[in-house]
């Protein structure tokens, strides 16, 4: 006989509903799914110290009446069941440590408990004990720790125990400790009273403990996406770049995500501490037009950073502000790329005024320099005129250097571009320079930080010594009561950074600012031209250069270039004015005003 397609599919979804129904009646009856996520452990332990808590008190309960009334109470083999019950809970207690069966030594605790109360039930006088009492909590206990068919089989056994425990004290096979001697119909009639109460108990303990498990279930479960809710904020809140700190209505530090610790460069130490003392300006507050401000912050061990602040209140639904919420970002580097731009075009409108200006002033300066040297051979001249003469000689030369350095500055450069080792060139330097201090006893020392053999950029050499011969000459000059001059080449990410450090009187931040612009010399005698040619350079050689001083504590000229890798990368891009040409060796050579470089402010 053969079976069609239709009624194979028919059987088969008959099947699996057959099994569904099987998995619901087993765990609905068993208890097995739920009991399997019920912390039996922790019920075993609880259920080890209210056995002893209850012992305790039913022992001091007995002796204290056998003390004060007469009893036919066998106190010997009443206390001996109550102490082996003591030593049977210490040996479940050990038991539990290292034995993973909770289901079992469930099963086993609640059997021999049946047992032990069955004795002191016989003990205290069976129908006339007051001890009775106890297999319903015995019933109870297999109800939280049992499925619920077991529930009903220890209802059945302790009726099955206590009625024959009745029963064989009323026919005196066993010696009976009671007082009275019920008849026969009132003894059946408390055997049949107490299968009614026990399974009573079972029953609706049963429902009890059904409805503890699933509330712990769903507590549990609750209680896990609460935290995995708890744990995702926690992660959003730690994941966004900017930095948000929290705080207490009386602005008290709660909380710092970690982008606030970096941009703060700081820990926890700032929790509980009041916000409004972390930063150099005012915060903004929600109740003002602005809700944003530009603060300043000073670090420890750094240099000032500026950062942009958002204040909003921290509400909480149903109740009133708790608190407030401090987002904040870092613009110190846009608010230098903004001193930048600025800087930029200063020098680009100085350059062209420098250069109509020098040359305007040349011509007729070297008129006056060529008549000059001529009335100085002039036989009638006194001493006291030739001096003068001189004087006017010797500004005609200085006022002719100043020019000279006008036109260098402004005067399309040449550079050479080619593979360059840095460290040769800071050498050559340094010796020259330590020479020269040696010689004049300035009590200037030199301190050499070279954490590399070799730092290979693509550079003019040249050009770069002339750089470095600036930031020694500034050291110098703000070291006049002697010093130290630590020179540090070190790798920062794709760059070379050389660092010029002295220990002079150092500047305040408007000079540090402005310390490349033209004629900015700090410095008597001083043109003001020296670190704004080094900015071009810089720019030319598309690096970083920037300042860092604060008064009484020094200054740092910072140069980065960029490292080369393998040997191969072209020479920097040509900006405005400039040509790039090749030179018969393969290098480039580029000419014209420097541009399209970067600096620090």
Request: charged share 20%; hydrophobic share 45%; net charge neutral.
């Amino acid at each position: 006989m053969s079976i069609r397609p239709c009624s194979t599919k028919k059987l088969v979804r008959h099947a699996q509903d057959a099994l569904r129904r099987a998995e619901q009646w087993r765990n609905e009856h068993l208890g097995f799914s739920m009991q399997s996520t019920f912390d039996e452990r922790n019920w075993l332990a609880w259920l080890v110290k209210i056995r002893i808590l209850i012992l305790t008190f039913l022992l001091g309960i007995e002796l204290t009446v056998a003390r004060l009334a007469d009893t036919a109470v066998p106190l010997r083999a009443f206390v001996s069941t109550m102490l082996l019950w003591y030593a049977m809970s210490l040996f479940y207690v050990l038991l539990l440590s290292f034995w993973d069966e909770q289901r079992v030594q469930a099963l086993l605790q609640v059997l021999t408990d049946l047992a032990l109360v069955t004795l002191v039930v016989h003990f205290t006088g069976a129908w006339d004990s007051s001890f009775n009492f106890l297999y319903p909590l015995v019933i109870i206990v297999a109800c939280i720790l049992l499925p619920r068919w077991w529930a009903y089989l220890t209802a059945a056994v302790a009726f099955i125990l206590y009625g024959a425990l009745l029963e064989l004290n009323y026919y005196g096979a066993v010696r009976s400790f009671a007082i009275t001697h019920p008849e026969l119909r009132a003894l059946q009639a408390i055997i049949f009273i107490n299968l009614f109460a026990f399974l009573a108990v079972a029953y609706l303990a049963g429902l009890l403990a059904a409805k503890l498990r699933q509330v712990d279930v769903q507590l549990k479960d609750t209680s896990g996406a609460l935290q995995s809710l708890q744990a995702l904020h926690e992660n959003i809140i730690q994941s966004i770049s900017g930095g948000l700190i929290t705080t207490s209505l009386d602005g008290k530090v709660t909380l710092m995500n970690r982008a606030a610790r970096k941009l703060l460069e700081c820990g926890d130490e700032l929790t509980g501490k009041s916000v409004n003392e972390i930063f150099l300006d005012p915060l903004p507050s929600v109740g003002s037009s602005r809700a944003h401000a530009e603060v300043r912050f000073q670090p420890a061990n750094g240099f000032r950073k500026t950062f942009r602040v958002i204040v909003s209140a921290l509400t909480v639904p149903g109740r009133e502000e708790e608190g407030f919420v401090y987002t904040f970002d870092d613009l110190t580097e846009i608010r230098r790329l903004e001193r930048e731009v600025r800087m930029q075009d200063r020098l680009a409108a100085v350059g062209r005024l420098a250069a109509a200006i020098a040359h305007e002033i040349r011509n007729p300066l070297t008129s006056i320099a060529g008549s000059v040297s001529m009335l100085s051979t002039a036989t009638e001249m006194t001493e006291e005129q030739r001096q003068l003469l001189q004087i006017v000689i010797r500004e005609s030369e200085r006022l002719n250097n100043i020019i000279t350095d006008f036109l260098a500055y402004s005067r399309g450069k040449q550079y050479r571009f080619e593979k360059t080792d840095l460290m040769p060139l800071l050498e050559d330097t340094l010796t020259l320079l330590n020479h020269r201090l040696v010689a004049e006893n300035t009590g200037i020392r030199i301190e050499r930080n070279f954490n590399v053999e070799h730092a290979f950029v693509l550079a003019d050499g040249d050009r770069i010594k002339q750089v470095f011969w600036n930031f020694c000459q500034n050291a110098v000059r703000a070291m006049q009561d002697g010093g130290v001059l630590t020179v540090t080449v070190e790798p920062s990410g794709d760059d070379w950074q050389i660092n010029f450090a002295d220990t002079g009187h150092g500047m305040s931040p408007q000079q540090t600012e402005k310390i490349f612009e033209p004629f900015q010399s700090g410095f008597d005698g001083g043109t003001g031209l020296g670190l704004a040619i080094v900015y071009q350079i810089a720019q030319a050689h598309e690096g970083k250069v920037w300042a860092r001083s604060r008064l009484g504590e020094g200054t740092t000229f910072v140069l980065r270039l960029r490292r080369l890798n393998f040997g191969a990368r072209r020479a920097p891009a040509s900006g405005a004015g400039q040509k790039a040409l090749p030179t018969s060796d393969g290098q480039r050579e580029t000419q014209g005003a420097a541009a399209g470089g970067r600096a620090h402010g």
